[in-house]
């Protein structure tokens, strides 16, 4: 196992340091003391194990493809932002924007997200055992949303195909979010990830599901009230 | 871009406030390199008022700290004049009429501009960075109960001394302001506030915030109702800090389009535009989490 300590040194020092280990065949890396620096262990695209022991700031995990890394503390914006396979998990809070546009992997939130949230995930799993903010799941398209508490306001605006879960309240539904009862499916599918990420977290079937209603995916200039309303 | 920083110690004895506002202004450096500035609530002066009056720009500041002095010379009950670099500062007594005062020092010279009044307020603010400021005001050593602090990347307006920030609201003793965005509706609201015969001292829009809180204060609201009323009449950008003698607040926007982070702890209440300001100024075992969308807070002590 590889360490490596922070302190005072530079991030660009940081990350080079994270990828001279790689070099060396490391698969697991602890890094000491990240104080909430920006940019940390971006563009990794080996299966590796990485742990920030301690806060992270923006874009933490951004670009990757294949690892998985946990942070000990919170997060800033950007978290995981367009991951394409991997792990990220959070045990503190996340900023905003956090996993937005990822293509495939896990990214599990232990604390709150803050807004917008998993915006135009393109796959993948956004698992938040906490609150999430305004605007999560934007323009969705494929991929799950689980949010154990509550979620804020505008929630799963213009979704394409992402399938959204919350455990709590919904402050209020985004343009064109519908509520529908979970498949037996998609609650097998909650009490099984879960149960492996939050194990005290609701069960599957208390969550209600948020799709799409489907109307602004072709435009019909007879629903131009719809339109009216969504812009 | 800009960064801003809130630090309120709860214990009421004065904290080594001056060093952890700066220190945590350092970190947020690279987000505003155009100037830096803190508004610090240091000890009260038994009912006096603290009057903080910008010089000028740089040409000849100790003639016009001379002239200033001249002047002071010849009014009632203002004392402990000093200045440094481009600022004088001096107590007057709390009877006085401070706006007359104001504007009469005002009117001396067309340079000077009173930065800030109050019992315990002290605004000191320059072009240049956080070190910068360190250098020429020592502001570390200053002691306090809490404090603000500002990085400005100018995004529309002049750089120099009096668009810095922060903003203390002109006329309105101890209440001072920070802000990162931008207030879209500002030239709507300078014009209404104008026609009531309010001025600007900048072009910054910043300045309405202070002017706008200012306002709902001495509607009689508290500083929480102030802040939730911004959301409503205040459009854009902006994560904002406001202080008052015994109080800090924040308001996020209703898009959470600029950052704000913040954390509390059983000795003190840090906010910050990121966790690498509080992280690398306050040592210890805390968590941070970002605002949420139109979240109001206010820590009275």
Known sequence: MAEITCGSRSTREINADIRKALAAGEREIIVREPGARHNLGVGILEPVRIRFAGSVGYYCAGLIDGPSIEITGSAGWGLAE?????????????GNGAAAAIRGGTVVIHGDAAARLGVSIKGGTVLVAGSCGYMAGFMGQ???LVVCGDAGDAFADSLYET???VG???QGLGTDAVVEAPTPEDIAWLDSTLAEYFPGAPRGKQFQKVVAGRKLWNFDKREWKVWQEAL | MCGIVG???KSREPAELGRTVLGMLRALGCRGPDSAGVALFGAPHDGSFALRVKLGEGADLEGKARKLARFLEAEQRCSHFSSTAAYARFLAAGDRDLD????AIESLDRDFEVVSIGHRLEIIKQTGSPENLEKTYCVSEIRGTHGLGHTRLSTESRV??????????HGFPDLAIVHNGHITNYHQLRRRYQQRGIRFYTENDSEVVAIYLAEQLRKGAGLHQALERMLHDLDGSYSCLAATEHQLGFVKDPFALKPLVMTETDDFVAVATEEIAIRSALPGTYSVREAQVKEVRVWPR
């Open chain 1, 82 to 94: 367009s991951m394409m396979s991997g792990e990220v998990v959070v045990r503190g809070s996340s």
């Open chain 1, 142 to 144: 494929k991929g799950r």
């Open chain 1, 163 to 165: 399938a959204c879960f």
């Open chain 1, 168 to 170: 709590g309240r919904i």
């Open chain 2, 7 to 9: 630090f309120f110690a």
């Open chain 2, 100 to 103: 007359r005062l104001a504007s």
């Open chain 2, 160 to 169: 120099d001394l009096s668009h810095s920030q922060p903003f203390w609201s």
